[in-house]
């Protein structure tokens, strides 16, 4: 095993950390996140067809998980810290991540060129989940009981999410208040939550990836520019509203930055060591 492989092994890992703990926190997309860290179309592949896309991306994809777990599952007490304590100071920090990495996501979107389509692609994807955004925002809660079927339903939701880029199933879950009983349940390692949880995202995520891999396939340059209109959109509707307070803006300002430059960091060393092997 060489040097560059354990850098890269860190790294996913971290990212992994970021997508698991970033899917907790309300206004953040798991998805959105995977999409920014490169992460998306593989395990896309991966869900669609096992067979062919295991060969190429095992490693990455086992190490990211493991992250993504410890992130989802170990971080958990810690987000309901955060977000007692200042979950916009949080929430910042997120959009400094992706903020990081929209320069590779961009040159990326690009490589097979960039025609008229793809550009309505990625304007349309701007427009229509900037507005979903804003009329969930609008939408007044009802809540569902917290069960077996609602955490299930959790589940779903989160498979969602990762599908769909940008739509945050946290916030659909403060909406149905699941939000806080999940979190509780997943902090204690319930059993009760965990599973059906787990389920319905397998479920989710097993019927949906053969479609949106298939796109992928056929329409890369499109649907890659309209995930990040997606994206774009999900990052304008989670930057928080700046206080009057003069430390708390800066506090603000810091996360957004310090994010941004870690994600740029983590990025860019991931494709350097890959470039290098």
Known sequence: MNRNFML??????????VVGFGAIMPGISGGALCVAFGMYQPLIGILSDPKENLRKHWKMICVFVIGGGAGFIGLSGLAAWL????SQAVTCAFV???????????KDAGKEGRKYPSIVAMLGGFGAMLGLLILLKGSAAFVIQANIWGFFLCGILWGLSFVVPGLSSSTLLLFF???QPMLDGIARLSPGVIFPLAAGAFLCLLILSKAVNAAFQKYN????????GIVVATTVMIV???PEDGREVLLYIACIVGGS????????VCGKLKSAE
């Open 96 to 106: 400094g991540f992706i903020l990081g990495t929209l320069p590779e996501l961009w």
């Open 8 to 17: 890269r092994a860190i790294i996913w890992f971290l990212e992994g950390a």
């Open 261 to 268: 430059i870690a994600s740029y960091f983590l990025s860019t």
């Open 83 to 86: 977000m007692a304590r200042n």
């Open 221 to 228: 340059s499109v649907i890659s520019h309209c995930i990040l």
């Open 177 to 179: 208040g699941l939000y």
């Open 240 to 242: 928080p509203s700046f």
